[in-house]
């Protein structure tokens, strides 16, 4: 059985930081791409970052360039997306996706095989 579980999410005041981390199970992460997503209350699920598989071809939105990074530890199993001047228009609930072509980034949400259950990361003051 495959699984994604997200850690990580909380709360945080705007310009702070957050470390999400999506453990896998029951694939090897390897062989899959892998994304972030984030859907607000009463939005769409909506594209974040991804990486291919071995993590050097990574794709951003354009919302968060310059303060989010994706990573991935494929001998962990794991993955990871590194939010820094985190601003009130992150709040979502972020999840983790698989995919398998891991050859390249896909930015919708239809292409992903495996989803985890979601971590909520709220920025307030």
């Known amino acids: 059985q495959v699984q994604l579980v997200e850690s990580g999410g909380g709360l945080v005041r705007p310009g702070g930081s957050l470390k999400l981390s999506c453990a896998v199970s029951g694939i090897s992460l390897a062989h899959y791409a892998v994304g972030w997503f984030r859907q607000a209350p009463g939005a769409e699920r909506d594209f974040v970052a991804g990486?291919?598989?071995?993590?050097?071809?990574?794709n951003y939105a354009d919302s968060v360039k310059g303060r989010f990074s994706i990573s991935r530890d494929n001998a962990k199993n794991t993955v990871y997306l590194q939010m820094n001047n985190l601003n009130p228009e992150d709040t979502a609930d972020y999840y983790c996706?698989?995919?398998?072509?891991?050859?390249?980034?896909?930015?919708?949400?239809?292409?992903?095989?495996?989803w985890g259950q979601g971590t909520p990361v709220t920025v307030s003051s």
């Open positions: 990486a291919a598989w071995s993590g050097t071809m990574r």
């Open positions: 996706a698989a995919h398998r072509h891991p050859y390249a980034v896909a930015r919708a949400a239809g292409e992903y095989d495996y």
